[in-house]
């Protein structure tokens, strides 16, 4: 789900005729990020944001940014 919501939120400010370029890097970050885990081996908090950060954070070994974090909310309480 948290993909498919990213992706959604891509196609839209990639269409965009005044693309925001920073909100579309935040979200290629995250989608990435999620793109990277092993779901062989984790299990994906998909409604639980603050676990969530934390896999993100372990896996990208970097704290998450404000604007990564707001998006994430975003998208978990829709």
């Given amino acids: 789900m948290l ?3 990213l ?3 891509e196609c ?3 269409k965009e005729a005044t693309k ?5 890097n ?6 990435n990020s999620l793109l990277s885990i092993d779901f062989k081996v984790e299990e ?3 409604y639980s944001f603050d676990k969530l950060v ?14 990564e974090k707001k998006l994430l909310k975003e998208i978990i309480t829709v």
Avoid at 20 to 24: E, G, R, S, Y
Avoid at 26 to 31: E, N, P, S
Wanted: glycine letters at 0%; aromatic letters at 6%.
């Fill in 7 to 9: 992706k959604e939120i």
């Fill in 12 to 14: 839209v400010l990639e």
């Fill in 26 to 31: 935040t979200v290629l970050a995250l989608k």
């Fill in 54 to 67: 934390v896999l993100l954070k372990d896996i990208n070994r970097k704290v998450l940014s404000f604007e």
């Fill in 20 to 24: 925001n370029t920073d909100q579309l």
């Fill in 44 to 46: 994906v908090p998909e």
């Fill in 3 to 5: 993909l498919y919501r």
